[in-house]
């Protein structure tokens, strides 16, 4: 259903003037505006006088018809007398019968022909050569005249168009600039701000920049110079900005965090790093105000960073105390192994630093770590900005959310102080660089293992899914074609400080930082391997299990642990076969015969029962057997043994 509503409307006309003539040149003329006297007339001529008075329906019958036209007729003398307009009334008629009358002449005139117009001859005009030269030059002056005048209109107006295009450009690129930066006004001057402040920031730096106008440099003269004038068409990044954004000196260049570990016996720094080592030279000024604004606060952002690692290695009370020497940090990650962060800023605008500086260049520290800080410090900016709900909206914060639910989940004492205490950036930057080298004493390790041993392969598996201080690989040790027999697993968690590993059997081992220590446990886990496939090969094969012992405690000594060796007798028990597999990999097998075939009866010794002692042991030329590994050569003998009996 639709409702009406009377809404009033009012309607005036338009203050502009109307437009009268526009010239070659392309001004225009307007008309002026009318005055009273002849606005009433422009109204006046927009009546209709052709139907004055309404007409009647006309009847059928002739007398009917008459009785109207004597009745209009009285009735238009009547008020004839009363109408405001009847002289212009009828000399409008009038004019309108004579135009209707000259109309119907030149249809005559042209289309039946009954009337013939000729030409009349005109008089001679004489021509004077002079008077056409002067009205010539007269055309041409004002023709000059009126392009001249164009074309001062027209500079006129492409300067106030690119005027008022600038202006238009300044607003909506500090519009831009408001949107990303904080920007407030002091006095006749718009002051921005760079510093993280409103993340808790309490570094000392203000960050403070100038935005202002970019004004109209003027065009240099080509008159003193043989170079062209550039191409309009080409522009620079400065013309392209209507801002000019004004860095302090303290902020201008690139800057960035240098993170190194080095031994004791290396030689990294000749000297340290000045942070204004060279002169601050000026901001480009083809540079963008965008990139200019990043480039400022990345230098803000890294002397922060520094500036918080300094206090905090100063804080923190070390077994080897951290030094601070101008620009660099020198911490102790592991015994022999330091940690050196340092400031590099290049007031030049060069990412390498110059050789006057003499610092390493940037390719041979550890983007790792570095990614690590920036992102340390980001972390520290977004907790304080981003407090966990639930919190109040005005006054101080409460509780942290793991505070509020110690209750609910009795959190005992030691968890409550692990709540209040809030690890510093250079601690948790150390044991990165911890769990980093020990990483990589880990690999070092089972790659080594892996390229000397041969048999049994080591196939190690470093889970992708790891923390920055905290990483887990698994080891396998198997012999190839005898896998089904035999599979030792090991598992091998890298902390910051130590090695814990958990063997097949669930037993856990701590181990220090020396990579020799978990090397030694891998070759205990190797030989124990090659004793277990052997005793499980033996099973499979029909062979009898006669004694097994993990630590012989007889024999050499051996460098790292002890050996372990095993005694094997044949399904019939004429044969057999005694092991020993050393820590290092090295493997002695020895056979002997049951009954012994040297056995000769005399005076002492005269009963035949002695005759069933097994007798001695002779050692195999373990490396001239045929086979690809040691469970292959084992088997090779056990048959060879079963066979011959």
């Not at 209009?72 to 003398?77: S, V």
């Not at 005027?163 to 238009?168: C, E, G, H, K």
Request: aromatic share 6%; proline share 7%; hydrophobic share 35%.
């Amino acid at each position: 259903m639709a409702y009406s509503l009377n809404v009033n409307v009012s309607v005036e006309t338009p203050s502009e003037s109307i437009i009268q003539e526009i010239t070659y040149d392309g001004q225009e003329i307007y008309q002026p505006p009318l005055s009273m006297s002849e606005n009433l007339i422009r109204l006046a001529q927009k009546i209709d006088f052709s139907k004055p008075f309404p007409e009647e329906v006309a009847s059928d019958s002739n007398e009917a018809e008459k009785a109207d036209e004597v009745v209009t007729e009285t009735a238009l003398a009547s008020t004839s007398s009363n109408l405001p307009w009847e002289g212009i009334a009828s000399k409008i008629r009038n004019a309108a019968t004579e135009v209707s009358v000259l109309i119907d002449v030149l249809n005559v005139a042209r289309e039946k022909h009954y009337m013939v117009f000729d030409p009349v001859q005109q008089d001679a005009v004489e021509v004077k050569p002079m008077a056409v030269i002067y009205a010539r030059k007269k055309g041409l002056a004002q023709a000059a005249a009126m392009l001249t005048s164009a074309a001062e209109r027209l500079k006129a107006s492409q300067s106030e168009t690119s005027r008022t295009s600038s202006t238009a450009d300044f607003h909506f690129q500090l519009l831009k600039l408001r949107q990303n930066w904080r920007l407030k006004k002091v006095s006749n001057s718009i002051i921005g701000d760079l510093s993280y402040r409103t993340a808790g920031s309490k570094f000392p730096q203000t960050g403070m920049f100038e935005v202002t106008k970019a004004d109209d440099e003027p065009t240099p003269s080509t008159s003193n110079s043989g170079s062209p004038p550039p191409s309009p068409s080409v522009t620079t990044p400065a013309q392209q900005s209507a801002l000019r954004v004004t860095i302090p000196t303290e902020l201008q260049g690139v800057a960035y965090i240098m993170v190194l570990c080095r031994k004791d016996d290396e030689k990294l720094f000749n000297t340290n790093i000045n942070l204004l080592s060279n002169p601050v030279a000026p901001s480009n000024p083809d540079m963008h105000w965008q990139q200019k604004l990043e480039a400022a606060q990345n230098v803000l952002f890294c002397k922060e960073l520094f500036n918080q690692l300094a206090k905090e290695a100063v804080q923190l009370q070390a077994p080897i105390p951290h030094m601070v020497i101008g620009n660099q940090i020198t911490a102790t990650v592991l015994p022999g192994i330091q940690l050196i962060i340092g400031l590099c800023h290049s007031s030049t605008g060069e990412k390498k630093p110059s050789n006057n500086n003499k610092v390493p260049p940037k390719s041979n520290h550890d983007h790792v770590l570095e990614h690590s800080l920036h992102q340390l410090l980001r972390e520290v900016h977004h907790k304080n900005t981003h407090h966990p709900f639930p919190h109040p909206s005005s006054g101080p914060l409460g509780p942290s959310k793991k505070r509020y639910l110690a209750g609910p989940n009795a959190a005992d004492r030691y968890e409550l102080l692990s709540m209040t205490k809030n690890p510093m950036l250079l601690e948790q930057i150390i044991e990165q660089a911890q769990h980093y080298f020990m990483r990589i004493r880990a690999e070092q390790v089972l790659d080594t293992i892996a390229k000397q041993i041969k048999d049994p392969m080591i196939i190690s598996h470093w889970n992708s899914f790891n923390t920055p201080t905290q990483s887990c690989v698994r080891v396998n040790i198997i012999s190839q074609g005898f896998d089904f027999q035999c599979r030792t697993s090991l598992m091998v968690q890298v902390l910051q400080k130590s090695f814990k590993c958990i063997c097949k059997d669930g037993k856990v081992m701590n181990l220090s930082y020396e990579p020799q220590e978990l090397r030694d446990l891998i070759l205990c886990q190797i030989h124990h391997h090659q004793m277990i496939g052997v005793q499980n090969l033996a099973k499979s094969m029909g062979w009898q299990l006669l004694t097994s012992t993990p630590h012989l405690g007889i024999g050499n000594v051996e460098p790292l642990g002890n050996a372990s060796s095993c005694i094997l007798a044949s399904p019939l028990g004429d044969r057999l076969i005694a092991i020993r597999c050393e820590p290092q990999g090295k493997v002695h097998v020895s056979i002997a015969h049951s009954p012994r075939k040297d056995f000769f009866s005399g005076q002492l010794v005269k009963e035949r029962k002695w005759e069933n002692l097994g007798g001695p042991f002779k050692e195999v030329r373990w490396d001239k057997m045929e086979g690809k590994n040691f469970l292959n050569k084992m088997e090779l003998l056990m048959a060879s043994l079963t066979s011959s009996s």
